[in-house]
């Protein structure tokens, strides 16, 4: 026999025989911290952001929330505290004005 009609394996023919494989591959999943289900995209100063890209250090929120940011804002909803607190402090808009 040529070896495209050769069986792949003969239970009879000990001396042959089959090895399987293991594929080996990388889990990947993104670490949950205590309280994500309350993600929110939170409002720090730009050259905060940028310092904390490079040097790896925590910045602080306006509504007082410490971490190092990691993940994509655009993909959480705005925290409701710091665009309170961002619009108050806009300048121009006093009690009274909508």
């Known amino acids: 026999m040529d070896a495209m009609t050769e069986p792949l394996h003969r239970p009879s023919d000990p001396s042959r025989s089959v090895s399987?494989?293991?594929l080996e591959r990388e889990e990947t999943r993104e670490l949950v911290e205590p309280g994500d289900h309350e993600r929110f995209a939170?409002?720090?100063r730009k050259e905060k952001i940028l310092s904390s890209a490079v040097s790896g250090s925590p910045v602080i929120a306006l509504c007082g929330k410490v971490w190092v940011p990691?993940?994509?804002?655009?993909?959480f909803p705005v925290c409701p505290t710091c665009k309170a607190i961002f619009e108050s402090m806009r300048p121009g808009k006093?009690?009274?004005?909508?």
């Open 42 to 44: 939170h409002y720090v």
């Open 20 to 22: 399987t494989g293991v």
């Open 70 to 75: 990691g993940r994509d804002p655009m993909k």
């Open 94 to 98: 006093s009690d009274g004005e909508s």
